[in-house]
């Protein structure tokens, strides 16, 4: 049957479009809390505010126009004794390619029919590198510890000689 | 008296080599696959230096109380030569804790290359790395990143969207149970553990150099005094 929420859609686009949206009647934010919201092949985006969801703060429906990649929605959340505190609500892109830039933007219907839209975000996925070992550093310590042990070995070698010397002419 | 303090000084540097030698840290496995464990090396050679000191420091006292002048003689020649192996302890263990831990680069390039491999090499730092992550609470070299801003071994087996890094970098309960997986995986700071492995390892190998490097430096700087005195008595004998 139909369901009392509204549906939302969820849109990427690629580099080469961009969603010009004259009406924008919410920004999209970041998701708080994470460590970053941009990986290498996905890309964490915040939902759309409650005031599109009703009454409590989960999204019931997404349904999204075909397209390559993938999408997750994700709820964070602790459970202790029966109460169910919500971190973070996000909207998890996958399949995508490293160090490329997405635009990405929401528009919702609405009961009556109109369309909400968001602001349009652009982000971009990490770039994958091969780890290098630079050129490692030569510390104070090594040199300092080089220097006064070739010279203390010089001394006692020369030490030693001299005594040789010494004690053969006796 | 000044024979005994010498003695004393050797048998401390003799057991300070035996514990570095004993890895109480646990990280030998960085230094070995690394190809080169000169730091480890410069302790072996340490614990045989100083045993030796100790040693030609019994005999030297020997030789110079009876004035035999054979004895001393022998006793000259052999520091001398006891003493170039101390250098060289002291110069390769610091030169390798310089090349190891001066910067995170090596580590981490090692730690993306060779965890969840399944070479022999592999198996043992993927062990060590699980356990200093688990005991420590830690993550990677610098933190989860690592694992994303990077290409590793890893990688290849586990895709990106069902593991971006190991789930040991997710914060547990007192049991041992992640408290969320879904939070751990996609990187939340209250599930994850955010700090990296790197200045727990530099300080553990940083210990044992400073034990050996600069113990063993300490040493030889206050021998070379002793030998030249002994040398001038030599040719008083």
Not at chain 2, 102 to 124: C, D, H, I, W
Not at chain 2, 149 to 158: A, D, K, L, M
Request: net charge neutral; hydrophobic share 45%.
């Amino acid at each position: 049957g139909a369901s009392p929420w509204p549906m939302a859609e969820g849109s990427v686009t690629g580099p080469s479009n961009l969603h010009f949206n004259l009406l924008l009647d919410f920004n999209i934010s970041t998701p708080p809390g994470l460590l970053t919201p941009a990986f290498a092949e996905s890309l964490l985006v915040a939902v759309p505010p409650c005031q599109f969801t009703g009454a409590n703060a989960n999204i019931r429906h997404f349904t999204a126009p075909p397209c390559r990649s993938r999408r997750y929605v994700l709820s964070v959340g602790d459970s202790n004794d029966g109460f169910t505190v919500t971190r973070l609500d996000a909207y998890q892109v996958t399949g995508l390619i490293p160090g490329q830039t997405y635009s990405i933007s929401y528009s919702i219907p609405n009961k009556d029919h109109s369309v909400s839209s968001s602001n349009t975000i652009t982000m971009q996925t990490l770039q994958r590198e091969l780890a290098s070992s630079c050129l490692m550093a030569r510390s104070g310590g090594m040199v300092v510890i080089t220097v006064l042990l070739s010279i203390a070995m010089f001394l006692l070698l020369v030490g030693l000689i001299a005594v040789l010397v010494i004690a053969g002419r006796k | 008296m000044e024979g005994g303090n010498f003695c004393c000084t050797l048998l401390i540097a003799c057991c300070l080599s035996v514990w570095v030698t004993a890895d109480q840290y646990k990280v030998y496995p960085i230094l070995g696959v690394s190809g080169k464990d000169d730091v480890y090396a410069g302790a072996w050679i340490s614990i045989f230096t100083g045993f030796s000191f100790f040693c030609l420091g019994v005999f030297g006292i020997i030789g110079l109380v009876s004035g035999n002048r054979l004895m001393v003689l022998l006793y000259l020649v052999l520091m001398l030569f006891v003493y170039m192996f101390e250098c060289a302890s002291c110069i390769t263990s610091y030169t390798h804790r310089d090349f190891v831990v001066s910067n995170p680069n090596l580590v981490t390039k090692q730690m993306l290359t060779f965890y969840a491999a399944p070479t022999a090499q592999g198996r043992e730092l993927t062990r060590m790395w699980d356990r200093i992550m688990m005991e420590q609470q830690y993550c990677g070299t610098s933190g989860p990143m690592d694992w994303v801003n990077y290409s590793s071994t890893f990688r290849t087996f586990y895709p990106e969207v069902v593991s971006p890094w190991p789930f040991l970098c997710c914060k547990r309960d007192p049991n041992f149970v992640i408290l969320s997986q879904e939070g751990c995986r996609i990187g939340h700071v209250d599930y994850i553990n955010n700090k990296g492995c790197f200045d727990h390892i530099g300080h553990a190998v940083d210990s044992y150099t400073w034990g050996v490097s600069w113990f063993g430096f300490a040493i030889l700087m206050f021998t070379c005094p002793v030998m030249l005195v002994a040398m001038y008595h030599y040719t008083t004998l």
